[in-house]
């Protein structure tokens, strides 16, 4: 008795990209073992071994510090431009800030790893990040306030790219707890910024000596990754001569097959009257012309724009209106929730639980797109929930904070949701780098379109209810392209597909996103 072959998507994270990286296996994406990673040898000799209990202690410095230089400045965002003269535009501008540095800066990411290593970029990421920290509170203008954020945000943004290979590449055994370990420490920094920031403006302190307070944390990993860095050295991966070639001429390559499924039964000959016996050398030159028609194919959808993909376009869209959602909420709830009779500690400690939730998600959400069928309708549901928050602001906004609170938070499980369904979308480890290098930047860049808008708006008409009713329709439109990126459809399948639908033509028109 024959078993049925496994049909689940294989992800080879030991085959080098083209580019000489090495892919970053999903959490959750069908069985997959975390045998530990052999000591690779540096250029310099020296082996990348780092030992458990320092992983952990520097994932976590990391993860804790990722978000509160972001999400810390909402509660303050009145103060601060009360104290330049500047107004609401500038909400709209710091608010949007942190999504404008996430998306062009996390583009410097890979080529500055190649140079000075993982670690190297992680440990110089974080001395900006405490720089810009320390002194944006002293700038004289809005200008240089602005800029000095920009510089403290280009750490977090380096890292959100980095720490994920880092893991990888360092984590063996241990790699699938560092990465839990390191969403749910993302949430609880998150939610840190926003409930201690006005605490930290109280007393004999200002706005300035709150914002200072984060460089305290920030130069935590830098201690800590100068002595994993001595031990590293430059620690990114590096090709294995010849893999990419061997791969692309392999004409029996069949990289969505498992290795153990069972070879079809032969079939006898037929035996009507007049019939010819098959050819099994035809069958063979035939199977073998399938085999690299289709190898051939795969190789060129490396090269197909991800915008011929419907699925890569829609999680694009997805992810984008989550963030600019996610940073809205961050920069503007605070005021909405002042202006309808809350405290500032009140508000502050309000959006700190939308943050929050962002730490059951983490949890919850790798389990349920590993095991549905169905995730669409779960993608559309969190639109719903994050409209149902806003029109519960709108209607009643002191009555049940905490509610709509809640509505919006679980409406935020439309980040993990996102970012598990990079790998959980493709096969090819190559596509899976090339769909988050564009789903991150390019989402992280329309996300911050949405803040700016929105301090416009609200400059021109001194409306925060509009404000909100823009908000509730961009929720609902972040649950349809939840519901198109969420069918079950591979983005391979659609470049694959792209490719076999060309005209045949002597030109060579292919395009690279």
């Given at each position: 008795m024959t078993?049925?072959?496994?049909?689940?998507?294989?992800?080879?994270?030991?085959?080098?990209?083209?580019?000489?990286?090495?892919?970053?296996?999903?959490?959750?994406?069908?069985?997959?073992?975390?045998?530990?990673?052999?000591?690779?040898?540096?250029?310099?000799?020296?082996?990348?071994?780092?030992?458990?209990?320092?992983?952990?202690?520097?994932?976590?410095?990391?993860?804790?510090?990722?978000?509160?230089?972001?999400?810390?400045?909402?509660?303050?965002?009145?103060?601060?431009?009360?104290?330049?003269?500047?107004?609401?535009?500038?909400?709209?501008?710091?608010?949007?800030?942190?999504?404008?540095?996430?998306?062009?800066?996390?583009?410097?990411?890979?080529?500055?790893?190649?140079?000075?290593?993982?670690?190297?970029t992680i440990v110089v990421a974080f001395v900006l990040a405490t720089i810009g920290l320390v002194l944006r509170p002293l700038s004289g203008s809005f200008g240089l306030f602005v800029l000095l954020s920009a510089l403290a945000l280009m750490g977090p943004s380096l890292v959100n790219v980095v720490t994920p290979a880092w893991v990888k590449r360092h984590g063996g055994r241990a790699s699938v707890a560092l990465m839990t370990l390191y969403s749910m420490l993302l949430a609880v920094g998150a939610a840190t910024g926003p409930a201690i920031a006005v605490p930290l403006a109280s007393g004999v302190h200002?706005?300035?000596?709150?914002?200072?307070?984060?460089?305290?944390?920030?130069?935590?990993?830098?201690?800590?990754?100068?002595?994993?860095?001595?031990?590293?050295?430059?620690?990114?991966?590096?090709?294995?001569?010849?893999?990419?070639?061997?791969?692309?001429?392999?004409?029996?390559?069949?990289?969505?097959?498992?290795?153990?499924?069972?070879?079809?039964?032969?079939?006898?000959?037929?035996?009507?009257?007049?019939?010819?016996?098959?050819?099994?050398?035809?069958?063979?030159?035939?199977?073998?012309?399938?085999?690299?028609?289709?190898?051939?194919?795969?190789?060129?959808?490396?090269?197909?724009?991800?915008?011929?993909?419907?699925?890569?376009?829609?999680?694009?869209?997805?992810?984008?209106?989550?963030?600019?959602?996610?940073?809205?909420?961050?920069?503007?709830?605070?005021?909405?929730?002042?202006?309808?009779?809350?405290?500032?500690?009140?508000?502050?400690?309000?959006?700190?639980?939308?943050?929050?939730?962002?730490?059951?998600?983490?949890?919850?959400?790798?389990?349920?797109?590993?095991?549905?069928?169905?995730?669409?309708?779960?993608?559309?549901?969190?639109?719903?929930?994050?409209?149902?928050g806003y029109l519960g602001l709108i209607l009643a906004p002191a009555a049940s904070p905490v509610a709509w609170a809640a509505l919006l938070g679980i409406g935020g499980f439309a980040f993990p949701t996102a970012i598990a369904m990079i790998p959980a979308r493709t096969r090819d480890p190559a596509i899976t780098a090339r769909l988050s290098g564009i789903v991150q930047p390019v989402g992280y860049l329309l996300a911050g379109i949405g803040p700016l808008l929105m301090g416009a708006l609200l400059q021109a008409t001194a409306s925060l209810t509009l404000v909100l009713w823009v908000l509730l329709v961009s929720a609902l439109a972040l649950g349809a392209a939840g519901w198109r990126a969420s069918a079950n459809r591979l983005v391979d399948d659609d470049l694959i597909e792209a490719v076999e639908s060309r005209p045949p033509s002597g030109t060579d028109t292919r395009e690279r996103d």
């Open positions: 078993s049925e072959p496994d049909q689940t998507p294989r992800h080879d994270t030991d085959t080098p990209l083209a580019d000489g990286s090495t892919p970053v296996a999903p959490l959750s994406d069908g069985p997959h073992t975390d045998a530990p990673l052999p000591a690779a040898s540096t250029p310099k000799g020296r082996t990348t071994v780092v030992g458990l209990g320092l992983a952990v202690v520097f994932v976590a410095a990391i993860s804790l510090n990722l978000r509160p230089a972001a999400s810390g400045l909402g509660p303050l965002m009145q103060d601060i431009t009360g104290a330049y003269g500047v107004g609401a535009w500038a909400d709209g501008l710091l608010t949007a800030l942190p999504c404008l540095c996430f998306g062009a800066f996390g583009l410097l990411a890979v080529p500055m790893s190649r140079r000075i290593g993982l670690t190297g200002d706005w300035r000596d709150s914002l200072q307070t984060w460089a305290i944390l920030a130069a935590l990993p830098v201690v800590i990754g100068v002595l994993v860095l001595v031990r590293v050295g430059n620690d990114y991966p590096r090709a294995v001569p010849g893999a990419d070639a061997a791969a692309a001429t392999d004409p029996g390559a069949q990289p969505s097959a498992p290795p153990s499924s069972p070879a079809p039964a032969p079939q006898p000959p037929s035996a009507s009257a007049g019939s010819e016996l098959p050819d099994p050398a035809a069958d063979l030159e035939a199977t073998t012309a399938r085999a690299r028609a289709r190898a051939a194919a795969r190789e060129a959808a490396r090269s197909v724009p991800l915008w011929r993909s419907p699925a890569a376009v829609f999680l694009t869209l997805m992810f984008g209106l989550q963030s600019m959602n996610a940073y809205t909420q961050f920069g503007m709830l605070p005021q909405i929730l002042t202006d309808a009779g809350l405290s500032p500690g009140a508000a502050g400690a309000t959006v700190s639980q939308v943050a929050a939730w962002g730490m059951v998600g983490g949890l919850v959400m790798p389990t349920i797109i590993a095991r549905s069928n169905r995730l669409g309708i779960f993608a559309l549901a969190f639109g719903l929930l994050t409209a149902a």
